[in-house]
């Protein structure tokens, strides 16, 4: 299966920004989409963003919008997270994932090991 490996994180300040980057392995055929999640401690994940393999069609969580911007490469086969006017609440483990099949969109089936993304106020 596709290894995902996430990098980027770090600890910034309220306002900073931080780019986010998810090698992956392979785009094997039939890969519908590719983006982000994040995790908080005691919180659920939430989808934070994914982008289309085929289209580059991207959808975004209304939390994220307008701060937050997904890029894919596919010759590279590196997705990334561009996070700017970054506050407290975005503080989570951020985790790259893929989107193989199923009903819902940008519902992942393999994910990376994370990267710890810290926001200061």
């Known amino acids: 299966q596709v290894q995902l490996v996430e990098s980027g994180g770090g600890s910034v300040q309220s306002g900073g920004s931080l780019r986010l980057s998810c090698a992956a392995s392979?785009?094997?055929?039939?890969?519908?989409?590719i983006g982000w999640f994040r995790q908080a401690p005691g919180k659920e994940r939430e989808g934070v963003s994914c982008?289309?393999?085929?289209?580059?069609?991207?959808d975004y969580a209304d939390s994220v919008k307008g701060r937050f911007t997904i890029s894919l490469d596919n010759i590279k086969k590196m997705v990334y997270l561009q996070m700017n006017s970054l506050q407290p609440e975005d503080t989570a483990v951020y985790y790259c994932?893929?989107?193989?099949?199923?009903?819902?969109?940008?519902?992942?089936?393999?994910w990376g090991q994370g990267t710890q993304v810290t926001v200061s106020s």
């Open positions: 392979a785009f094997t055929p039939g890969y519908r989409a």
């Open positions: 994932g893929v989107d193989v099949d199923g009903t819902k969109w940008c519902e992942y089936e393999y």
């Open positions: 982008i289309s393999i085929s289209d580059k069609s991207t």
